[in-house]
Structures are given as structure tokens and as C-alpha cells.
Antibody, heavy 122, light 111 residues
Framework: QVQLVESGGGLVKPGGSLRVSCAAS????????MSWIRQAPGKGLEWISY????????NYADSVKGRFTISRDNAENSLYLQMDSLRAEDTAVYYC???????????????WGQGTLVTVSS | QSALTQPASVSGSPGQSITISCTGT?????????VSWYQHHPGKAPRVIIY???KRPSGVSDRFSGSKSGNTASLTISGLQAEDEADYYC???????????FGGGTKVTVL
């Protein structure tokens, strides 16, 4: 079945870096746009980045632009989010989510992973 | 503060209908028929239940329905069941640069 599994979360100090990963299975990963979405404790969801199926189209939310880098390895069926210059307000559960149709950037997400917690604290 | 405004909580008895509102602006909800809704049981992966305002993915119960009026979208759950107790989030397309914005979430309690 279609599955997304995030990993790599943990505790990091302000100003530090962390890379989270998303392992995809059950579908042809290379044909889908992928996104990262996060949820800070007690807050709503926030879309932070998407990447096209081939990796040549990328977009970021203003809140992470210049600090976070999305990438993918289609041979490894994996999505990544490199997070640099981390701040306390980046503390959140980070979800990866797939576009619902092949090749298309649609404005909804299906499916999602279960998330990985990133805590930024000294 | 989330871009879209949802009530923090809504409750209802089994069998009843409840409606969750999602208020945006003329730059998002009011400008596009592209609102999606997600159900999230804590600790699990969020699940889409409505997309493009009114459409249900296959496998989603027809007890869930979406609508929109002006800058406010709504999710109605009819015939409320215990398994519907979860957090619900709305999401709207907001243009090519911002892409999408989410609501702050609504906790649904089945009494």
C-alpha cells in the first residue's frame, strides 16, 4: 500500500542544522510532486515546501525561505528537508505529503506520513 | 496565528450533524473553489476527506460534505459517529507564490 515514513527528527540547538527524511513506498515516487508540512505544538498546519517530480520546480514558504532546502532522490524513493539556522519557532512535527495525482501540482495532499518531531531548544 | 480561522472546538451527540466553518479572505477561500479538509487522529497521518471544495475521495463516507459561501468554507459531518472524534483542518489554495494556507484546526468531540 502507499506509505510515507518520516525519520530524522530530534533535539537541536538554536542555530543548528538537521535533515529529516521521508521514505516512500507503494507507488512510483518519481511521478509525484511532494511537500513538507509542519505543525507546531498547539498550532495549526503550515505548508513549508514542495518539489516537483523531477526536482526542477521548488517553492518555499516565506517563513523558511533561505534556511530550509527540499530535495529528493528518485532512485532511493526518498524526500529530504535540510533545515539550517534553526529557531525555536521551527519546533514542530514535520509531515511529508504527496500530491494526489501523477505529474500535477495540486493544492491538496494525499497521502501523508505520520510525521517526525523536531525540537529546537538550548 | 493561522491564515484561515476555524472554531477551536465543536461537539455533538451521536447521530447529530455538525458544521465546521473556515473563514479566509478574498485572496484565498473567496477567490478559488479549492478548499480541502483533513481529518487527523493524533499520532496518525492526516487524511483528506474533501478536496476542491465539495469532492470526496474514494473511500470517504458520504456523511462528510463541503460547501462555501463567500470567504467562508464549511465542512458538515452528518450522522455523527464516535470514530469522527478527531481534529479537522481546512486548507485553501492562495495563489502560485503562497501556494496553500491552512486553518488552525477544530477539535470535534462526540458527546
Amino acid at each position: 500500500q502507499v506509505q510515507l515514513v518520516e525519520s530524522g527528527g530530534g533535539l537541536v540547538k538554536p542555530g543548528g542544522s538537521l535533515r529529516v527524511s521521508c521514505a516512500a513506498s507503494g507507488f512510483t515516487f518519481s511521478k509525484y510532486y511532494m511537500s513538507w508540512i509542519r505543525q507546531a505544538p498547539g498550532k495549526g498546519l503550515e505548508w513549508i515546501s514542495y518539489i516537483s517530480s523531477s526536482g526542477d520546480a521548488i517553492n518555499y514558504a516565506d517563513s523558511v525561505k533561505g534556511r530550509f532546502t527540499i530535495s529528493r532522490d528518485n532512485a532511493e524513493n526518498s524526500l529530504y528537508l535540510q533545515m539550517d539556522s534553526l529557531r525555536a519557532e521551527d519546533t514542530a512535527v514535520y509531515y511529508c505529503a504527496r500530491a494526489p495525482r501523477q505529474w500535477l501540482l495540486l493544492n491538496w495532499f494525499d497521502p501523508w506520513g505520520q510525521g517526525t518531531l523536531v525540537t529546537v531548544s538550548s | 496565528q493561522s491564515a484561515l480561522t476555524q472554531p477551536a472546538s465543536v461537539s455533538g451527540s451521536p447521530g447529530q450533524s455538525i458544521t465546521i466553518s473556515c473563514t479566509g479572505t478574498s485572496s484565498d477561500v473567496g477567490n478559488y473553489d479549492l478548499v480541502s479538509w483533513y481529518q487527523h487522529h493524533p499520532g496518525k497521518a492526516p487524511r483528506v476527506i474533501i478536496y476542491e471544495g465539495t469532492k470526496r475521495p474514494s473511500g470517504v463516507s458520504d456523511r462528510f460534505s463541503g460547501s462555501k459561501s463567500g470567504n467562508t468554507a464549511s465542512l458538515t459531518i452528518s450522522g455523527l459517529q464516535a470514530e469522527d472524534e478527531a481534529d479537522y483542518y481546512c486548507c485553501s489554495y492562495a495563489g502560485s507564490s503562497i501556494f496553500v494556507v491552512f486553518g488552525g484546526g477544530t477539535k470535534v468531540t462526540v458527546l
